[in-house]
């Protein structure tokens, strides 16, 4: 049974940084793209950073040139490098790994950007 659990979230001031985690398992393939959303109050699930088996990344715009998606394929873990965090951020943070045809979900880790 695959499973994604998320780490890292946390409240942090306005300009300050975070490392959220997600450790897979579960599965053996090695062909699997990850990925991370996130969903705020009111609003739609929206994908942020993904990353994909061969180690390709894409971005939303809103995040780009803040936040750095990475992965450990030996140990099965993701990671989203969140600096100059903006309260616009504040959302809660979910992890997706779609492993061959299957879609996976974390359960979200809540990430606060306030002063």
């Known amino acids: 049974q695959v499973q994604l659990v998320e780490s890292g979230g946390g409240l942090v001031q306005p300009g300050g940084s975070l490392r959220l985690s997600c450790a897979a398992s579960g599965f053996t393939s090695r062909t699997y793209h990850m990925s991370w959303y996130r969903q705020a109050p009111g609003k739609e699930r929206e994908l942020v950073a993904a990353?994909?088996?061969?180690?390709?990344?894409n971005y939303a715009d809103s995040v780009k040139g803040r936040f750095t998606i990475s992965k450990d394929d030996a140990k099965k873990m993701v990671y989203l490098q969140m600096n100059s965090l903006k309260p616009e951020d504040t959302a809660v943070y979910y992890c997706?790994?779609?492993?061959?045809?299957?879609?996976?979900w974390g359960q979200g880790t809540q990430v606060t950007v306030s002063s």
């Open positions: 990353i994909t088996s061969a180690g390709g990344t």
């Open positions: 997706r790994a779609l492993v061959g045809f299957l879609n996976y």
